[in-house]
């Protein structure tokens, strides 16, 4: 989509999203959380991409995998990390 003029993301609601595998459910969440809380996520959020690099986390057709890590667990991870603030 083309712009007559410059537009710029908003500082608060312009966000990232990660794509997680967990079981058999696919989970695409804001990557912000990750971020603050997880050096790990941080620096792997951080890690260099090559053009036409397949990103681990950016689409549903290549997720995160988290094994031995069921749904329901995931889900009250999240409901955590998202909604209690």
Known sequence: ??????????????????????EDCLFKVPREPF?????????????????????EGLSDEAPIQLFRVNKEDFEQLLNSALFSR
Do not use: W
């Open 1 to 22: 989509m083309e712009y007559s003029k410059e537009v710029q993301r908003h500082a608060c609601f312009y966000m990232e999203s990660v794509t997680f595998l967990v």
């Open 35 to 55: 971020e603050k809380e997880s050096a790990i996520f941080c620096d792997m959020f951080a890690l260099p991409q090559d053009d036409g690099e397949i990103v």
